[in-house]
């Protein structure tokens, strides 16, 4: 092969049907709730953490659901609650933190 | 006994109901239905939210109530016009008929998915439309479905809220069917992986929240907020679709191996035509326009003509027939001289 000097970058895209979701599915077992998120944000929105840390349980929600690694975000958690307060569907978001914590913890 | 008639002109679940309360009211009810059958686009549905109940359960229950109703099928209306006091009616079939009011029923149109010429449908072999499924429900026999599939796809407002595609309105419906048909594929497929791509969930009607949480809580269907741009299919024959996930910002793509269409309704293409005989309007939506959108919905603008269904704007079931019998009491008040 000649080498131009340039190559193909990967796309940026992310493969849903290959989204590794062995974290989710944990956190699925210990908190089914998570699964009736519908991304409406409240919880960001009152989040003591969120406008210093850019902690986003929504987007805390929705990354682990496309796989990504969200322990950073979860350090800014000070597990106040408020977050659980908000939620119009009623998810325990502060059990759900606590449990993906532990998730984490295992996995280390 | 009442011997005036009255032509309905459309055999869906509006058309039937309408006939079957005007024939109650004494009334001699005329159902002219362009198809071979009676229940429109009910008919070859399997079964509807948001109780699950059987379409053609229903469509029979309905038709009980059509016992000495005339039916004429594989008809059409050839012509009206207005007389002194009611309409002469010529039939495609040669028959003639005077009637004392015209209660339009005419319904929708499916929105052609193979318009929407990027999401490939007619084209690519695993993407069919909402009312495919339904009918492969019914008979089991759909070559486009795969026996086992491992993953399988929704696109919400295939059709509605589409400037380019000539329907900018909300289908009303879809969403609801969507995760209705989401919900039945997970129970066939337990292990399948389903995915509904919206723009907004419209999940307005009675007990539709419910059924988005169940999807959501009981099934695990995902839920994706973003338009599918576009459709191709691999060197396996499978779906690849492309999607901006909106929540995250980020391109998403997917493989399937069954894409969905939800396609929306538009206006019956008759209506206009249907619309010209008895000097009715047409709404800038397309659709009939009635006296108004609040209180008069099944008045038209002339003497003696009513709407039920759809042929005013997308409706449900339940809608439907609400306006169809209410369309029935309009019609008695009309010619009881009552208005």
């Known amino acids: ?108 | 006994m009442d011997s005036r008639n009255i032509l309905i002109i459309g055999g869906g679940v509006a058309g039937m109901e309408a006939a079957k309360q005007l024939y109650r009211l004494g009334y001699r009810p005329v159902i002219v239905e362009q198809s071979d059958h009676l229940g429109g686009h009910v008919a070859g549905w399997f079964k509807l939210f948001p109780d699950m109940l059987s379409a053609s359960d229903l469509i029979s229950q309905m038709e009980e109530g059509l016992d000495g109703v005339d039916v004429y099928l594989k008809t059409r209306v050839a012509s009206m016009n207005r007389l002194k006091d009611g309409f002469s009616v010529v039939l495609s079939n040669g028959t003639g008929l005077l009637c004392q009011a015209v209660l339009i029923a005419s319904g929708f149109n499916l929105f052609d998915a193979s318009r929407k010429e990027e999401y490939g449908y007619g084209v690519y072999d695993h993407v069919i439309t909402n009312a495919d499924l339904e009918q492969w429900f019914r008979t089991g026999a759909d070559p486009r479905v795969p026996e086992e599939p491992s993953t399988i796809a929704f696109v919400h407002c295939v059709g509605s809220r589409d400037l380019k595609a000539g329907n900018p309105q909300c289908s009303k419906v879809c969403c609801m069917t969507a995760i209705k048909q989401a919900i039945e594929m997970k129970e066939k497929f337990p292990q399948a992986e389903v995915w509904c791509f919206y723009m907004d969930l419209r999940l307005f009607g009675k007990k539709y929240e419910d059924f988005y949480i169940n999807a959501q809580r009981d099934y695990g269907v995902h839920f994706v907020r973003g338009r599918v741009s576009e459709v191709s299919e691999d060197i396996d024959g499978k779906v690849m679709l492309k999607a901006e996930d909106t929540l995250a910002g980020t391109q998403v793509k997917l493989k399937t191996d069954l894409l969905v269409l939800m396609a929306g309704m538009l206006c019956n293409e008759d209506t206009s035509s249907l619309a010209a005989m008895v000097r009715a309007s047409v709404d800038s939506d397309g659709f009939l326009r009635s006296r108004d959108n609040i209180y008069r919905i099944n008045e038209s603008s002339r003497p003696g003509v009513f709407f039920a269904g759809a042929c005013t704007g997308t409706k449900t079931v339940p809608e439907t027939v609400a306006e169809a019998r209410a369309a029935a009491l309009d019609i008695h008040n009309y010619l009881s001289g009552n208005d």
């Not at chain 1, 000070?78 to 914590?101: E, F, Q």
Request: positive net charge.
């Open chain 1, 1 to 108: 092969m000649i080498d131009f000097g340039f190559g193909l970058s990967r796309s940026s895209a992310v493969r849903l049907d290959e989204v590794d979701l062995s974290l989710y599915r944990k956190l699925e077992a210990l908190e089914p709730g998570v699964r009736t998120c519908m991304a409406c944000g409240s919880c960001t929105s009152t989040c003591t953490a969120g406008p210093w840390s850019g902690m986003s349980v929504r987007k805390v929600i929705l990354n682990l659901q496309r796989g990504k690694n969200v322990s950073d975000m979860l350090q800014a958690c000070m597990l106040c609650g408020k977050c659980t307060m908000v939620c119009p569907r009623g998810i325990n978001t502060r059990h759900l933190i606590l449990s993906l914590c532990r998730i984490y913890d295992e996995k280390k």
